[in-house]
């Protein structure tokens, strides 16, 4: 395995989940869901799929920024679920 995740040239399926705090359709999502606007380990996450699959309330749904949250945000946290802590950020001028 190559230090990016990749493994012969190829993304790994379980290393999906990216840090987003919004809904899919871009806003930012209810509640807390940005671990303490990106400061702490306590606390949930916002996460998308960077293989577009997702679920949302039991129905699979295809969403590159609102997938579900996460079961913390500690490193050990995220990874439980298929993150490597990627952050994605975005912004509307």
Known sequence: MLSDGRQGGSCLAGLHDILTGSNADGTVAAGDTTCHNWTSTDGHAMVG??????????ERVRSW?????????????????????????????
């Open 49 to 58: 799929h960077s293989n577009k699959v997702g679920s949302m309330g039991g």
């Open 65 to 93: 920024n609102s997938a579900h949250l996460s079961d913390g945000c500690s490193m050990p946290a995220l990874k439980k679920l298929g993150s490597g802590g990627l952050f994605y950020c975005f912004a509307v001028e």
